[in-house]
């Protein structure tokens, strides 16, 4: 049940985050561990797509807003309640709050994530996902334990500066095929140039996407079917295919 009105589905945009009917606290919270160790003896095993499940039939007006407005509201809310995580966890440090307080705070940013779960993907498994993730141990070292060194990651949506240098390779081969577009070509090579040295994904992005742009242009012109040609737009085409496993775009 709602931990603010205490009923199923919750009904705290009519009452204003507080019980149907007046209760005192210590009533309330009775009630609440009361039903909780019931789901439990029923449930003893936590499994994730039973909070999925509970959650989303918990708050059924997560989806309805969804559908009329977009996920605004529900990211919204999670990153307010990532918020409230960091006041707590500083609280905790300043000796101000207890650390239930953070484990209140984080049970409230997984039932966000779970919500949008089953909003997102109703028919898929959130458990086995999650096990799919992590089956060979850490998806970054592959390792059980993980065997990673501080900080580190995979880095799959930041770019990746070796991609970005065969990929200017490629356009200064067309140049070779295509000398008449050379100028904006020259302006392509000269933006990776600038990525490679900021390491920038946002200019990446942005100076792939505008290549992309300058190679259809480039396409549509080539007309002739001399031997040049050819290579040329067998080198546009590598380029495009080289685009499509850019990960970070």
Known sequence: ????????????????????????????????????????????????????????????????????????????????????????????????????????????????????WGICYPTLSLADEFIGYYYQGCPV????????????????????IEQLTKFKEKIEELITFAPAYKESLDKVVSSLDVVAETKSTTGAVRTVNQAKTILQDISSGLVAVDSSTKNANSIMKGIMEMIKVFGWM
């Open 1 to 116: 049940m709602c931990p603010y009105c205490l009923v199923k589905p919750c009904v705290c945009i009519k009452t204003g985050k507080k019980p149907v009917e007046y209760i005192p606290e210590w009533k309330a919270s009775e009630e609440i561990e009361f039903k909780y160790n019931m789901v439990r003896a029923a449930n003893p095993l936590l499994a994730l797509d039973l909070a999925v499940e509970k959650i989303n039939d918990l708050y059924p007006a997560n989806k309805h807003i969804w559908n009329a407005a977009g996920p605004t509201f529900q990211f919204y809310r999670i990153l307010e309640e990532l918020g409230e995580v960091h006041e707590a966890y500083t609280g905790y440090l300043n000796g101000n709050r207890k650390i239930e307080n953070i484990e209140e705070e984080l049970a409230d940013v997984f039932a966000w994530l779970v919500s949008t």
């Open 141 to 160: 070292c592959v390792s059980v334990s993980c065997k990673c060194p501080d900080h580190g990651d995979r880095g799959e949506r930041l770019v990746k």
